[in-house]
Structures are given as C-alpha cells and as structure tokens.
C-alpha cells in the first residue's frame, strides 16, 4: 500500500513568518503535486514537479522534489492570513493512465 | 472551458439506505474520472479511477460501488450506507496530461 506522510498535521504561526511542509513516501513517484483546498472545496492544483532535485517558485511558495524522487518540501516565505487552508501532497503514478496518492494533509493557519 | 459538476452538494441519510451521488464533467471527451473521499481536514482516499465507459477500477475494498455509464458520467452508489461512510466525496477528471481537476465535492452525513 502506497502511503505518503504529511508533517506537520496541524501547524498554526504569526503571519510573517516562515514555514515548511514535509511529503515523504517510500514508493517512487513519476511526478509529484501540491494542492491548496479550502474548506468546503475541492483541492486546487499549485505546481507539479518531475525531475528529482527540481525547484519550482510560486511567489512566496518554493516546492522541492527529492533526488530519489520520493519526498518533497513546499516552503512558504512571509506567510499571509490568505495562505491559510489545507495542503496536500500527492504523488502520480504512471502506468498506462495517472494515478494520484495523496497524502496526510497539513491544516495551515495564518494568524494576522 | 472544462467544468465538472457534483450533486448533491450536501446529504444527510440514515444508516441502512441507498446512496446515488453523481458527477458530470463538461468541455472535454473521454476523461479519466476519479472518486475520492475526504475525513474531516485530511487527505484524499481514492476509491475508484475509470478510463472509459464501464471501465471501472476500485482502489478500496468496501461496501461502494461506482459505474460510468456515459464518457462524462461517473457515479458513486451504495445499497446500505454505513455510519464509518460519512465524508466528503469528490470527485475529479484528468485529461491527457496529469493535472487532476476536482468538483466541488458532496457532504455526507450517515445517521
């Protein structure tokens, strides 16, 4: 069974400061994801990353993809009241079409 | 454009009933559909994936159902709901690429 780790569940900081989520699995993954869901809402897609050691920048988000193509890290700079919401990790299978792991989630809350 | 579309938005049934939630998706043809249920603030559990018309693969063995009877149809069933299958059910589309575009998602309480 293909399980994806989320750290920390539940994380809660002054608005300001700096953050980092943890994905780690031990399946290999074609791709990995980061989604943003509001409560009530569907997750919306923030970046893909597939190459091992890729970095990607979304203004004040950075996501890593490990080497091994295992685990991942979003770190979020300055963090707003607006970055506020769930993050979900999934990582993508390719096998004749996607298949999609998610993981734990992180429950984000950025306090003004 | 793509939309996807899920009914009902909420749903509250007593335990032992029939469940039917439905999910359609505009705007594009011959989508990989996806099911997924959501605990309260946390990930995603896949439950069912199809790539075609009454191609249906289960991820979790349960009392759940799910069939494709048209190419942008895809719908969740269960002849006897459980209290344990409460959540928040979403369903979601991919096309060619591996961006997954998810509904707005069902509420469901079993009392």
């Known amino acids: 069974t293909q399980l994806l780790e989320q750290s920390p569940q539940f994380l809660s900081i002054q608005e300001g400061e700096n953050l980092t989520v943890y994905c780690n699995s031990s399946?290999?993954?074609?791709?990995l994801q980061w989604y943003r869901q509001e409560p009530g809402e569907g997750p919306v897609l923030l970046v893909t990353?597939?190459?091992?050691?890729e970095v990607k920048k979304l203004k004040r988000l950075t996501f890593q993809f490990g080497d091994a193509r295992k685990d991942s890290s979003l770190h979020i700079t300055a963090a707003q009241p607006g970055d506020t919401g769930l993050y979900l990790c999934a990582g993508v299978f390719t096998s004749g079409t996607y298949k999609y792991i998610f993981g734990t989630g992180t429950r984000l809350k950025v306090l003004a | 454009s793509q939309t996807i579309h899920q009914w009902p938005a909420t749903l509250v049934q007593p335990v032992g009933s029939p469940l039917s939630l439905e999910c359609t998706v505009e705007g594009t043809s011959n989508p990989n559909l996806y099911w997924y249920r959501q605990a309260a603030g946390r990930g995603l559990q896949l439950l069912f994936y199809s790539v075609g018309i009454g191609q249906i693969s289960s991820e979790v063995p349960q009392n759940l159902s799910a069939s494709r009877p048209q190419d942008r149809q895809f719908i969740l069933s269960s002849k006897k709901l459980l209290l344990s299958d409460s959540g928040f059910y979403l369903c979601?589309?991919?096309?060619?690429?591996?961006?997954?575009?998810f509904g707005p998602g069902t509420r469901l309480t079993v009392l």
């Open positions: 979601a589309w991919s096309g060619t690429g591996n961006t997954q575009y």
């Open positions: 399946s290999v993954f074609s791709s």
């Open positions: 990353v597939v190459t091992g050691g």
